[in-house]
């Protein structure tokens, strides 16, 4: 902690927050912000100026010397240009200088960023637009001013404009429908969002020893140590002093920034570990937790560590997850997805929660497609993560709830839990719902949790598709209740959510989403299974899809095709450099400490026959028989994977190629790692160039 400084004087010490803002702006300036915040209003220059001089006189007072419009773009990291407040004054000095025209717009060059066609490669010219609804925040000496970021055509090139395009289009029809439910007082929602950050911690130096990490983010050969995550004993386990301080810099580090890091513990593998922040507006959430995965990495810096995004860094264990929690809430401060103490009797929450049950059984595939990625298909169905398949865990009370509804009977309320029957322990309130790991989209008390993103990834697009799907619904809802008589809405409304949920409620399931009896099931029903990137990708530009995205705004005909492109390109080059690490640490890295390794082996048998003629050298003779038979087969693997990457790179059909990636290369490279690990697994780890799992995953003592 700083000295002198308590966590509320900390938090927020380095945002431009609405609090700093009602201090230093001028009355009108303040409510002009407010207004475009609230209601998208246009912000006017003189606006703009007063903001900016204000906003440099603080970022100045607080060691700033720069600035940048901070944005995202579609390579599912952030961007950022530096530019010093500095102006000559004519006389061999300099000022400090920030106009609004500075602050609302930038023009960074778009031509190195991906654009999916959006542009020709020569058309340089990007826009980066100020979001006043993110507020702007200091980080190592610049001002980071949170923006949008389009071509010079206005087609959106990054993931916060879509972003607010759909909570503006959810906004809208919410709206519509609470206004016929008669809470005339609504004037817009918002839609809140939490995401759980997985991630795992290993030496540095142990890190800059592997290519595969450094080039990959995963290992891609590497045989599983003695112990691994079977004895449980990590989850929520005591933290090792040094883990334990990088947590407390990490907090620090991101409650200056206004971050609200809340939750800090083990995860389930060794050395994997989990935060979650506060519930924020989607779109602030997003932006922090781009922000999050930055700092984390800046911090494991500082502590010698190495912090590991990738959804699959470890074979054989845990892979990382990024949990969505999503809600729904109102200007009125009311949750709409809160059953309350009676659910079976408030239609406002009965009719939402079956519109979200129906969006997304509607939509199952593009919610599939938001979380689509190289990393992320190696977790998706494995037992630490929920399967491709997507499906809504209710739980025992808000099944009760649906069926009851569904067949126009009374809902029997539940009770409180009784902790191990044991008199001193206090009675509590039972959830509303229990905890089913193994589903991808699960009710948990006043929102749900969308399970399947992945932990290196922007969580803009599980939002994206979130928002549009369920504004979609909404806006179905209104029409057929928007000519019904104030005295029948609401059992108008109350028999519409009936037929909607009994034409959707094939989504729903409350049972173990990782035996094979639910893939059957699941099929039986109808459900996609859409296992992987390619298999998933053309649902994205599938006429729904596309009738969807351009009916709500949030994403034209031609921005949509883009984002089909860039995935499916992003997935082949992947996989792409993954094949050619693995190749080269292969034939250079392991290759040579197994030669090493053998002919020292040699010479110990040799020498152990000549000090005892009789002896059998059987286990020296038995591991040089099982390397030399690994070493024709690593040869013949090797030869098939170089061929057929040198293939694939000739394909220019994006969906071909990336099939053939994951048909082909992905089979080949997995068939080489089951050679080499079997190999690695005889060999001794001083003759291996590289660190072992089990140095790795256990290194933090």
Known sequence: MEEGKSVPELYGSLV???????????????????????????????????????????????????????????????????????????????????????????????????????????????????????????????????????????????????????????????????????????????????????????????????????????????????????????????????????????????????????????????????????????NVAVDHNQLTMEVMKKVADKHNFACLLHEKPFEGINGSGKHNNWSIVTNTGVNLLDPGKHPGQDTKFLVFLVAVISAVDRYQDLLRCAVADAGNDHRLGANEAPPAIISIFVGEELDRVLKALESGSSFEEGGRVQMGMAPMLPHITKDTTDRNRTSPFAFTG??????????????????????????????????????????????????????????????????????????????????????????????????????????????????????????????????????LTMQEMVRKDFTSGMVAYMKALSGEAAEKKALLPEAACRMELGTLKALDEASGEMAEALERLDKDTRHAEKDADVLGCAKYYHDTILEEMEELRAIVDKAESLIPDQYLPYPTYGTMLFSLT
């Open 446 to 579: 006043n929102k749900f949790e969308f399970r399947m993103p992945g932990s290196s990834v922007s969580v803009a697009n599980a939002n994206i598709v979130l928002n549009t799907a369920v504004a979609d619904v909404l806006s179905d809802i209104y029409e057929e209740l928007k000519d019904v008589p104030k005295d029948q809405i609401d059992a108008k409304a109350r028999k519409l959510a009936r037929k909607m949920l009994t034409e959707h409620k094939r989504i729903l399931f409350n049972g173990n989403g990782y035996t094979d009896e639910w893939v059957e099931e699941a099929a039986r029903r109808g459900l996609y299974n859409l296992k992987s990137v390619p298999e998933a990708m053309p649902r994205l530009i599938s006429d729904s899809s596309i009738a969807l995205f351009t009916k709500h705004k949030v994403f034209s005909k031609e921005e949509l095709m883009s984002r089909y492109e860039i995935n499916l390109e992003n997935y082949s080059k992947t996989i792409h450099i993954e094949s």
């Open 16 to 282: 431009f927050s609405d609090a700093v803002m009602r201090e230093r702006l001028p009355k009108d300036i303040y409510k002009a912000v407010h207004k475009t915040i609230e209601n998208g209003t246009h912000l006017e220059l003189d606006v703009a100026n007063t903001v900016a001089a204000v906003m440099k006189e603080w970022a100045v007072e607080h060691g700033a010397t720069h600035f940048t419009h901070w944005f995202q773009p579609m390579t599912g990291l952030t961007a950022e240009k530096h530019d010093s407040f500095i102006s000559p004054d004519g006389a061999g000095g300099v000022i400090m200088e920030f106009s609004g025209k500075e602050l609302v717009k930038g023009e960074p060059d778009a031509s190195s960023f991906p654009s999916g066609g959006l542009r020709a490669t020569f058309e340089a010219r990007g826009y980066t637009a100020w979001d006043p609804s993110s507020p702007a925040f200091i980080k190592d000496k610049s001002l980071y001013i949170p923006t949008a970021f389009c071509s010079y055509g206005g087609e959106a090139l990054d993931k916060k404009t879509p972003l607010l395009r759909s909570m503006a289009a959810l906004s809208t029809e919410a709206v519509k429908v609470l206004q016929l439910l008669g809470y005339k007082d609504v004037r817009h929602v918002l839609t809140t969002v939490g995401s759980e950050q997985e991630y795992f911690l290993i030496d540095k130096d142990l890190y800059k020893k592997r290519k595969d990490l450094l080039f990959t983010g995963r290992t891609l050969i590497g045989a599983p140590a003695s112990k691994g995550q079977e004895m449980e004993d990590h989850y929520f386990g005591v933290l090792k002093p040094k883990v334990s301080a990088f947590m407390h810099d990490l907090d620090e580090e991101l409650w200056k920034l206004g971050v609200p890091a809340k939750t800090k513990h083990n995860e389930v593998a060794p050395s994997q570990h989990e935060l979650a922040p506060v519930f924020e507006t989607a």
